[in-house]
Each structure stands twice: as C-alpha cells, then as structure tokens.
T-cell receptor, first 115, second 110 residues
Framework: DAGVIQSPRHEVTEMGQEVTLRCKPISGHNSLFWYRQTMMRGLELLIYFNNNVPIDDSGMPEDRFSAKMPNASFSTLKIQPSEPRDSAVYFC?????????????FGPGTRLTVL | DAKTTQPPSMDCAEGRAANLPCNHSTISGNEYVYWYRQIHSQGPQYIIHGLKNNETNEMASLIITEDRKSSTLILPHATLRDTAVYYCIVRDNTGNQFYFGTGTSLTVIP
C-alpha cells in the first residue's frame, strides 16, 4: 500500500485566495483525520470523519475552513479566504481500529504558506 | 486521556541503545501507551503500543512498569536516521484524538 497520499506537498498562495488540500487515505481504513502543525501550537486535530461522515469539527478554527469526504478514498480541506496565520503544515491521517489497536497513519503533509 | 511527561531532549551515540522515558502516573486501566515519532518535515510515524506487557517489533521495544505509571521506548541500535521527535501518548481505544504533546527530541550523534 502506498500509505496516506496528500497533495500538493507545498502550496504558496496570497492572502485572500482559496486553497484546497487533498488526501487519499489507506484503502480499508474507515476514519480520516485532518491535523494542523505549527511551531506555536504543535499538532492540532481540526476534524475527523468516520465512514465518510464528519463526526467532530470542533477543532476547525473558523468558518473559513471546511472539509469534505465525498467517498471512502478521498477528502479535501478547503480554506477560503486564506490568511497568513493559516500558514502551517497540514497532515491527513487514516485509522485502523481493532479491539486491541487504534493506530493512525499519517501522510507526508502539505506545507502551506500564505503571503 | 492521561497526561504524559517526557524529557524535552536527549542525545544518543550512534550504534548504542536509545532509552526514551515517559511518565504517565494518572493512566487508567483501559488506557494504552502509544509511541510515535516525527522526523523533520515528515508526518508522525507509528512505532509501537502496549497495555500491560512489554512489546517488541522490528522498530523498537516498549517496557511498561508493573504499576503502569511509566514506560520506556528502546531503540536497540540507534542510527542517524532515528533522529526525530518522539511522542508518548496514553489513550483508550474508544476515543478519536491523539494528543501529541511536545515529545522528546532525540539526536543521534555519529
């Protein structure tokens, strides 16, 4: 398996522009998570999905952020309009859960710079 | 999820065992200990987890004390590629979020 795939790996945009980050989870995993990592705040959970349904979006900073999961193999995180304070590395993770294991597997991340 | 305490940084000589400690004195009976690491500019990587017994896989060993209030991750023969931030996470398997904290920055020295 190729693991969790994220695109683009790097994104540079100007304030006010729309940004769309993409994620393909590991096949067979039924949960997907979006995280954001900054030096100041570390790794923060933004939103997660179970079986393509958003379960908890309390970590989404504000209405400018939205996430969708139209099917089991694809998710997007959109920022509109983007602001410089949104600059961070955004990680997508998918989960394999059994009775003994609850392991999240992370993608390589998208480094977003908003000028 | 129980709070964990880790030293902020450690050094280890290449080829030697790296022993990374973690305190989790408030751990409850149904909570597992998970270890992840994050190599610079990459996503966090799962290493190992355990409940009560010591565990070993191809990457590392996990030693959990009998009272479960602390644990140690052991990298038996550290290489330069093991330089990373190591996170100890304690959680039960019914929740959804992993709280990564600040971790231990391990530097493997040639």
């Amino acid at each position: 398996d190729a693991g969790v795939i994220q695109s683009p790996r790097h994104e540079v945009t100007e304030m006010g522009q729309e940004v769309t980050l993409r994620c393909k989870p590991i096949s067979g995993h039924n949960s997907l998570f979006w995280y954001r990592q900054t030096m100041m705040r570390g790794l923060e959970l933004l939103i997660y999905f179970n079986n393509n349904v958003p379960i908890d979006d309390s970590g989404m900073p504000e209405d400018r952020f939205s996430a969708k999961m139209p099917n089991a193999s694809f998710s997007t995180l959109k920022i509109q309009p983007s602001e410089p304070r949104d600059s961070a590395v955004y990680f997508c993770a998918s989960r394999h859960r059994t009775g003994q294991t609850d392991t999240q597997y992370f993608g390589p991340g998208t480094r977003l710079t908003v000028l | 999820d129980a709070k964990t305490t880790q030293p902020p940084s450690m050094d280890c000589a290449e080829g030697r065992a790296a022993n990374l400690p973690c305190n989790h004195s408030t751990i409850s009976g149904n909570e597992y200990v998970y270890w992840y690491r994050q190599i610079h500019s990459q996503g966090p990587q799962y290493i190992i987890h355990g409940l009560k017994n010591n565990e070993t896989n191809e990457m590392a060993s996990l030693i959990i004390t009998e009272d479960r209030k602390s644990s140690t991750l052991i990298l038996p023969h550290a290489t330069l590629r093991d330089t990373a931030v190591y996170y100890c996470i304690v959680r039960d398997n019914t929740g959804n979020q992993f709280y990564f904290g600040t971790g231990t920055s391990l530097t493997v020295i040639p």
